[in-house]
Structure formats: structure tokens, C-alpha cells
């Protein structure tokens, strides 16, 4: 298995499989639980923003040591979670959607990437 193919699997299960199991535990916790997933989704949320902010993550091994290109992203990700994180600490029963809307985003701008680089 080339480099390029386990790139995908690990975008592909690794990223997105946690982030989409992530949005069908939000869909199905009990309400009176959700609040804490909410406050949890803060450090992602907080995370991404802190690394857009600071640039200080420009390279990383899950694209071999090159630039990570998806860094224009981040703040779409942090501004969903935060979005999530707010609706779900006022246990907002339809906050999983912005978990899914995040997913979703993820997943066509790492299609559209590789189809834009042909790789």
C-alpha cells in the first residue's frame, strides 16, 4: 500500500469515522446527557481556532512531513464545534447537525483536494 492510499484510510477511518461516530453519539445521547458532550466539543473547538490564530501547525505526519492543506479549514471546523458545543450545553436536541454539517464539509473538501491535485 502506497503512502497516498494510507493517507486515505487514515483520513478516511481515522478523522472521519471519530467524527462521524462522534455526531451519531450526539444524535442519540439522552438529552439530559447532552450537555456534557457539549462542553467536551469546547477543547476541539478551542483547538482548531487556537491553531488557525497562531499558524503554528503548518506540517504534520499524517501528510509525510509536507503541508497540511487543509489549514484554511480550520476555523469552518472550530466555528461548527463551537456552534455544536453551544446548542448541545442548552440541549438543543438537533445540535448533532452541526457535527454532521462538519463531517460533511470535511469530507467533500478532502475529495475536492485530491481530485484538484490529481492525486
Known sequence: MNTLHKRFLLFL????GVRTSITILAKKINIEY??????IALLPALGFLYIYVTDS???G???GGGKIWWNCMRLVHSL????FAYNAIIKNKNAWGYLALDV????IAF?????K???
Open 61 to 63: 505526519p499524517e501528510v
Open 13 to 16: 477511518i481515522g478523522c472521519i
Open 80 to 83: 461548527l464545534y463551537f456552534l
Open 57 to 59: 501547525r503548518k506540517t
Open 117 to 119: 491535485t490529481r492525486n
Open 111 to 115: 475529495f475536492g483536494h485530491h481530485y
Open 34 to 39: 447532552l450537555h456534557y458532550l457539549g462542553y
Open 104 to 107: 460533511t464539509i470535511g469530507l
